[in-house]
């Protein structure tokens, strides 16, 4: 589910790029909470860097 989720996010924002470079981008103020986005981003980056390991032992 992930990875649709993921390609969803980067259709939206190229749609976002097409409208900034055409000057109909509007942008929106919306609140969020940076701990809940770097836990998110921890989570998805955790498990495939240590499925890859560092290489040291």
């Given at each position: 589910?992930?990875?649709g989720e993921t390609l969803v996010a980067i259709v939206?924002?190229?749609l976002d790029v097409s409208k900034l470079?055409?000057?109909r981008?509007?942008?929106e103020a919306i609140p969020f909470s940076l701990h809940d986005l770097?836990?998110?981003l921890m989570t998805a980056?955790?498990?495939p860097a240590h499925d890859k390991?560092?290489?040291a032992a």
């Open positions: 589910m992930r990875s939206n924002d190229l470079e055409a000057g981008l509007e942008l770097i836990s998110q980056v955790a498990s390991g560092t290489g």
